[in-house]
């Protein structure tokens, strides 16, 4: 059974940082697109930030130049570091790992559990 899990969600003031770990337990993760989600109250949950196999990464607008996503492989983890806090970001935070074939199938989607973060003063 595949195993993802969060870790690094808190409280935190305005202004300041978090980072964010998301373990797998996926074989394949080297060619895992990993992505970051986020789901505020009464909220549909959208994407944060993503990272591709080749580590081409994406970000919402809204924490462009805030948050950074990052990969290892050998340790089949994705990190989310979010700098310079608002609290708007307040939110459970998910991590995705999604594999698809060349014809857009999914092959592998998988999600963990969520982590909360809160900023707030």
């Known amino acids: 059974q595949v195993q993802v899990v969060e870790s690094g969600g808190g409280l935190v003031q305005p202004g300041g940082s978090l980072r964010l770990s998301c373990a797998t337990s996926?074989?394949?993760?080297?060619?895992?697109?990993m992505g970051w989600y986020r789901q505020a109250p009464g909220k549909q949950r959208e994407l944060v930030a993503s990272?591709?196999?080749?580590?081409?990464?994406n970000y919402a607008d809204s924490v462009k130049g805030r948050f950074t996503i990052s990969r290892d492989n050998a340790k089949r983890t994705v990190y989310l570091q979010m700098n310079s806090l608002k609290p708007d970001d307040t939110a459970v935070y998910y991590c995705?790992?999604?594999?698809?074939?060349?014809?857009?199938?999914?092959?592998?989607?998988?999600w963990g559990q969520g982590t909360q973060v809160t900023v707030s003063s």
């Open positions: 995705n790992a999604r594999l698809t074939s060349l014809s857009s199938s999914t092959l592998g989607d998988f």
């Open positions: 996926i074989s394949a993760f080297s060619i895992y697109t």
């Open positions: 990272i591709t196999k080749t580590s081409s990464t």
